[in-house]
């Protein structure tokens, strides 16, 4: 299991963009690589999952290096809901039964 | 839609009881995995499964076992409660066949004290 490094803590003001950087020194060339989100009392929920290049979708957007040893979760003028904790996590999909949470970043959105 | 659900939400034991935490899913999904998660830690695997009648290990199994008698159920037992067990444990699905895309799905978790 590819193991993953995050920083443990970020501040952020209201309306700006957060980047949240992830590294995986070992990632496999089969591994995905997947971003939650989990609110306080509450079960992580999926974010982003991408490969390579850049991903997008209506939360967030996800680049991937060409080496693919680190990626970047991309959170656009983030509010004050945003605050949470965010996981990385890298696995190999179907043939992958398990998948290794971190401890995340816990991102703090200021007013 | 339920999506997955946990019962009980909360549950307070004494030192040596015993309990079962239920997880149900309906989403039809073959994996299902339990993890519990410590204050300021992140997430713990303790066992999953990866079909109906399937158990396995994960990472901190000790003092826990599991069945997954059906497929949309997989059931947590604590035998010896102990004050190391307080915590809030997490249930999640996931479904193999949707291939690359590897979405765990989450249930709203069950926060357990043992006094």
């Known amino acids: 299991l590819a193991k993953t490094t995050q920083p443990i803590s970020m501040d952020s003001y209201e309306g700006q963009e957060v980047n949240i950087t992830c590294s995986h020194n070992?990632?496999?060339?089969?591994?995905?690589i997947t971003w939650y989100q989990q609110f306080p009392s509450q079960g992580p929920r999926f974010i982003i999952q991408?490969?390579?290049t850049k991903v997008t979708n209506e939360v967030a957007s996800l680049f991937i290096p060409a080496d693919r040893k680190s990626s970047t979760l991309s959170l656009p003028r983030v509010s004050l809901s945003d605050t949470a904790v965010y996981y990385c996590?890298?696995?190999?999909?179907?043939?992958?039964?398990?998948?290794?949470f971190g401890k995340g970043t816990k991102l703090s959105v200021i007013p | 839609n339920a999506g997955v659900t946990q019962t009980p939400k909360f549950r307070v034991l004494k030192t040596g009881q015993s309990m079962t935490l239920l997880c149900a899913q309906d989403?039809?999904?073959?994996?299902m995995y339990w993890y519990r998660q410590d204050p300021g830690m992140g997430l713990r695997l303790i066992h999953y499964?990866?079909?109906?009648?399937?158990?396995a290990k994960g990472e901190v199994p000790d003092g826990y076992n599991v069945s997954r008698l059906k497929k949309q159920n997989f059931l947590l037992g604590l035998e010896s409660a102990a004050p190391s067990q307080t915590s809030v444990y997490f249930c999640?699905?996931?479904?193999?066949?949707?291939?690359?895309?590897?979405?765990?799905?989450f249930g709203p978790g069950t926060r357990l004290t043992v006094l």
């Open positions: 999640a699905s996931r479904d193999p066949g949707q291939g690359a895309q590897d979405t765990q799905y």
């Open positions: 070992n990632i496999a060339t089969n591994d995905y």
């Open positions: 991408g490969y390579k």
């Open positions: 996590l890298v696995a190999s999909g179907a043939g992958s039964y398990q998948l290794t």
């Open positions: 989403m039809n999904h073959e994996y």
């Open positions: 499964s990866v079909g109906e009648g399937t158990t």
